[in-house]
């Protein structure tokens, strides 16, 4: 059996032959389904998701760049709208390669690795005015048995100088909230941006969401948050060459504030954790290059 993969103008999708799925959409190369090949979703994706390159997709995995929430005043990014750009830009499908031997290839089991681009010429005038840089990125979506990986390469292909943050915005699908925690978030410090937007140790080897929830949490030492349902673990997060991470659940109120949020309960049936590098910038010279993403397991 052969890899089964998809193109058209709008999404491009992938099937493995033991069944695990992916599906991009070009706009903001946001991922809008991952399956593992038990057919369990792994993520959550909104029923008013505005998909026809609109609006920024609600749910999957928007892509953050070049600023994280909303630019601050006195940057290069501040004309910028929350979260940048990426987003909400068509991506071009660079292609795919296949392999039998890489970090997601268990056991002889193929992966896929489909490739998507996004330069400074294919930015509407509006965010080319905004943010003036000669850029280039390649994001890599490789999907292998129970496991996906997305790594974003970002290239200054200009001479000046620029600085950028990047986030996966990952809306992960979970049973019930309510039985849901998260752990692997200790031992750093974070802004909690519900309460007061300062900072706050983490000393709590686990969180659970039981309201509101925006934390930014900074310089994690280890790897991986895992994300635990009942108490079993039901997704591992491994940051690459990133250290910071966002959990992110709007609940009830600000759920149904949001336009494109549905069903309301919706928030009962995901929890965004964001990989990222958002604390302060990252700086790239004429030529230079930053990579970073994210390898998720899952383990249902
Ligand atoms: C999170 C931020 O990453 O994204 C939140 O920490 C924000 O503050 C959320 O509300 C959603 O942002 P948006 O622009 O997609 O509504």
Known sequence: PQVDISADDS???ARLPTGDSVEVLLYGATVISWK???????????QKAVLDGSKAVRGGIPIVFPV???????HATSSLPQHGFARSTRWEYLGKSTSESGALSRGGDDSVKLDFGLSQSQLSPESRKAWPYDFSLVYSVTLGKDGLQTMLNVRNEGK?????QM?????????NISNVSTSGLAGTSYIDKV???TEHSSSSPTLSITGETDRVYKSLKQDTTSILQDDKPRLDVVRDNLTDTVVWNPWKEK???MGDFAPDEGYMNMVCVEVGSVDGWQKLEGGETFEGGQLVKSHI
Do not use: M
């Open 195 to 197: 309460l007061d937007a």
């Open 160 to 164: 000046e100088s620029f600085e950028f």
């Open 255 to 257: 759920a149904k504030a």
């Open 36 to 46: 593992s090949n038990s057919g369990q979703e792994n993520l959550w994706l909104s």
């Open 68 to 74: 994280f929430g909303p630019p601050p005043q006195n």
């Open 167 to 175: 986030l996966l915005h990952t809306y992960f699908a979970v049973k």
């Open 11 to 13: 999404k491009v999708t």
